[in-house]
């Protein structure tokens, strides 16, 4: 047993169909992101109940309408999409109520709990991916913090689109923090082809395999917090593998981040909740009681992203 008390942490990408809208399938994640705001007002409830802080890395676009006139900023050149501004979700005549969320941050600052605010980029732009050029990157980061600062929020949390981490040292210039890196599972930043990955995934989830817990790191000013579990949704099929599953393994990575004193660091979005809500929430819920319970007696602390930074050693 570890002399120093466990970390647990839990940040939540949230996006609507800003997280597919390059990717040509949000026609497959329709309904789930029609269920979002329901799945977030029960989130909320959730979180005040066993008084855990959560971060919600936010695409900062979901606060503003828009007209989808970006000429003020520079497209990346991805080979997956041709026109990055021109396919907005707000630029293509996508329904609103995939990619407009104006009430979220009332609802997550209304917390009784408070609850970190942080960012999941501006447009959900790839900013590890090739064609991403620092100046895209700047730009991206720099509209996403301003966005938050018009509405009370000083940014200190960032968590990068589909974890492809580029150009930290741009969130170290605009305030920045801590950043989610990676899961720390040799197959996810090891070499090895994507396409043998969600083998990988499925496999581990199957057996209930016990998640890594972590070290925050420092990068060059930014603090890195590396993943340690993806909550599997009852979709995509995660429901073929053995119930419970994600809840029994992140039941063994709160247990190990108390044995060691380090960071048991959990996350999902919260549309991957919309298909089955009763049943994904519930499962939810069951790991933030085993959370609350070892933090009432005090073997544990539950802390955002951002007290992550401040109360942790980290690797130099």
Known sequence: MSDEKG???????????????????VERYEEAYRNTPAVIDQLCDIFDEYEIPATWAIVSHLLEDCDGDHSDRTSPDLE????????LPCASGM????????????RLQDCETEQEIGLHGSTHMQLGAD????????????????????????????????????????????GIKAYRGVDDRWYERGSIPNGVK????????AIRGTPPVVEPVDRDGVVEIP????????????????????????????????????????????????H?????????????????????????????????????????
């Open 7 to 25: 970390v647990f942490t839990i940040s939540l990408d949230t996006e609507l169909a800003w997280g597919t809208f390059d990717k040509g399938n």
């Open 80 to 87: 997956w999409v041709d026109d990055w501004f021109g396919e």
């Open 95 to 106: 329904d609103k109520d995939l990619w407009y969320a104006p009430w979220l941050m009332d």
């Open 131 to 174: 064609g991403c050029s620092r100046k895209q990157a700047e730009e991206e980061i720099k509209a996403a913090v301003e966005t938050l600062q018009a509405h009370g929020v000083e940014p200190k949390s960032f968590v990068f689109p589909r974890n492809d981490v580029g150009h930290v040292d741009v969130l170290q210039e605009h």
């Open 198 to 205: 969600p083998l990988l995934r499925f496999f581990y989830e």
């Open 227 to 274: 993943g340690s579990q993806v909550f599997r949704p009852s979709y995509d099929g995660w429901q073929y593998t053995p119930g419970e599953s994600s809840v029994a393994r992140a039941k063994k990575g709160l247990q190990r981040a108390v044995e060691t004193g380090r960071v048991f660091h959990l996350w999902f979005h919260p549309f991957n909740l919309g």
């Open 276 to 316: 089955d809500i009763e049943q994904d929430l519930e499962r939810v819920e069951q790991i933030l009681e085993s959370a609350a319970n070892l933090c009432d007696d005090e073997k544990l602390a539950c802390l955002p992203m951002r007290k992550v930074v401040s109360r942790k050693k980290y690797r130099l």
